[in-house]
Nanobody
C-alpha cells in the first residue's frame, strides 16, 4: 500500500514563501515521477511541477520561476518551494507519484494540503 503524506501548507501573506513536503511510504521506492498538482477553489486540478527519476522537471503553465520542485537523494520525498506567493496561488496542493510495475503505470495521490494566500 502506497501512501503520500503532505505537510507545510497554511496561511501566508502575499509575497511570502512556503515549502511543501510530501513523504511517500510503502512500495514506492524510486518512483518514476513525483510532484505536485493544485486545485484552486471552484476550478479543476492543474499540474504545478513534476520531477522524474533522472532529475528532469516539468512545470505546468506559468508555474516556472516561482515554483521549484525537488526530491531527496533516496527519492521518496518531494518538495515544492513557492516564492512570491500571490492570492491566486490559493489552492489545495496535492502530492503525486507515478511508478511502473512492469508495463503497468500506477498513479498515487496524497490527501492534499491547503495553501491560502491572503493579507
Amino acid at each position: 500500500q502506497v501512501q503520500l503524506v503532505e505537510s507545510g501548507g497554511g496561511l501566508v501573506q502575499p509575497g511570502g514563501s512556503l515549502r511543501l513536503s510530501c513523504a511517500a511510504s510503502g512500495n514506492i521506492n524510486n518512483a518514476y515521477a513525483m510532484g505536485w498538482y493544485r486545485q484552486p477553489p471552484g476550478e479543476g486540478r492543474e499540474m504545478v511541477a513534476v520531477q522524474f527519476i533522472g532529475g528532469t522537471a516539468h512545470y505546468g503553465g506559468s508555474m516556472e520561476g516561482r515554483f521549484t520542485v525537488s526530491r531527496d537523494n533516496v527519492g521518496n520525498t518531494v518538495y515544492l518551494q513557492i516564492d512570491g506567493l500571490k492570492p491566486e496561488d490559493t489552492a489545495v496542493y496535492y502530492c503525486y507519484a507515478q511508478k511502473y510495475r512492469g508495463t503497468i503505470v500506477e498513479d498515487y495521490w496524497g490527501q492534499g494540503t491547503q495553501v491560502t494566500v491572503s493579507s
